[in-house]
């Protein structure tokens, strides 16, 4: 299986702040990393698929980046309703695997 | 697009966790489907997918436990997994695709308990 391994666990932000995730693949997924986004008591939500693609609906200020081996989730300006725990899903080889996740709480 | 969990909350450890998946708004038959898993406050596991012939794919670390069946009559799919224990607590979740997931059900709690 591939592991997929995200950093930092847990970051604390401001409203404002860009804030930067990292996800780390065990081996190349070309651009294969997808983006979710969950809030308490709710299923995730897609947010950015083949590593930079945004999702119809998703704000702008969400952008990822990447290629193989190392990708980003960027958030430019943080807002109230980010608050959440983010995950990274490789979908290049079965079983597809998720990051641990990176909650993102207030400062 | 709709995705609708549906199952018993309680299950016995040692028997068999069943549970569908209705989905609607959306051609059921030319997508995957999947099932996923996230033990309370912990991280996402996929369980395996189906299409709509019947073919399947399964996690390894799962796969002697769980049967994925389909239903292309009713817009269902079902997950059954044997033996469950305590570590199969989890809120599953239904959801569109096969290893990229843009629709999810809204997950159902599955306690594992005597």
């Known amino acids: 299986d591939i592991q997929m391994t995200q950093s930092p666990s847990s970051l604390s932000a401001s409203v404002g702040d860009r804030v930067t995730i990292t996800c780390r693949a065990s081996q190349g997924i070309r651009n294969d990393l997808v983006w979710y986004q969950q809030k308490p008591g709710k299923a995730p939500k897609r947010l950015i698929y083949t590593a930079s693609s945004l999702q119809s609906g998703v704000p702008s200020r969400f952008s990822g980046s990447g290629s193989g081996t190392e990708f980003t989730l960027t958030i430019s300006s943080l807002q109230p309703e980010d608050f959440a725990t983010y995950y990274c899903?490789?979908?290049?080889?079965?079983?597809?695997?998720f990051g641990q996740g990176t909650k993102v709480e207030v400062k | 697009v709709q995705l609708q969990e549906s199952g018993p909350g309680l299950v016995k450890p040692s028997e068999t966790l069943s549970l569908s998946c209705t989905v609607s708004g959306v051609s059921f038959t030319i997508y995957y489907w999947s099932w996923i898993r996230q033990p309370p406050g912990k991280g996402l596991e996929w369980i395996g997918n189906i299409y709509h012939s019947g073919s399947t794919d399964y996690n390894p670390s799962l796969k002697s436990r769980v049967t994925i069946s389909v239903d292309t009559s009713k817009n269902q799919f079902s997950l059954k997994l044997t033996s469950v224990t305590a570590a199969d607590t989890a809120i599953y979740y239904c959801?569109?695709?096969?290893?990229?997931?843009?629709?999810w059900g809204q997950g159902t709690l599955v306690t594992v308990s005597s």
């Open positions: 899903l490789q979908n290049n080889s079965s079983p597809p695997t």
């Open positions: 959801a569109k695709g096969g290893k990229n997931f843009d629709y």
